[in-house]
């Protein structure tokens, strides 16, 4: 079995997210990305960038239901908004409902590991 429980609630604490609310998904149904076209915040990015690398941690380790998300998140690393910092937060809030979650492996089959994912929630129309 594989989780990544204790991971994920220091990556919680180290942001001050362990109490935040549950979401239901790992991005807003209908959220539209967009650009910043302001001035670099170095502090923000800074934030921004050690957020996304956490959850790109947890995506690679066994969270594939975040891939959609996370990846189209640090496209924006260069210079997030405030919004884009928003929604990576969004998506620890979602990871606090699946911190119970786990990968268990049979070993009694012979087929080898077959996995399946839908990481863009059934082609949501977030138009990146």
């Known amino acids: 079995m594989i989780n990544q429980k204790a991971y994920l609630k220091m990556v919680l604490e180290r942001f001050d997210m ?14 539209v990305l967009q650009e ?3 001035a670099v915040n170095p502090v923000q990015r800074q934030k921004f960038q050690s957020v996304t690398g956490s959850l790109l941690y947890l995506m690679l380790g066994m969270h594939l239901d975040i891939a959609f998300a996370v990846i189209k ?12 910092l928003d929604k990576a937060m969004y998506i620890m809030r979602y990871l606090i409902g ?6 268990l492996y049979d070993g009694r089959i012979n087929e080898g590991l ?14 990146c």
Not at 73 to 84: G, K
Not at 98 to 103: C, L, R, S, V
């Open 98 to 103: 699946t911190q119970d979650y786990h990968i």
């Open 114 to 127: 077959i996995v399946h994912t839908d990481s863009d929630w059934a082609g949501d129309p977030i138009k």
């Open 73 to 84: 998140m640090s496209q924006f690393s260069a210079n997030p908004s405030q919004d884009h």
């Open 36 to 38: 910043n076209k302001g």
């Open 18 to 31: 362990h109490n935040a609310k549950i979401a239901p998904t790992p991005i807003p149904s209908g959220y």
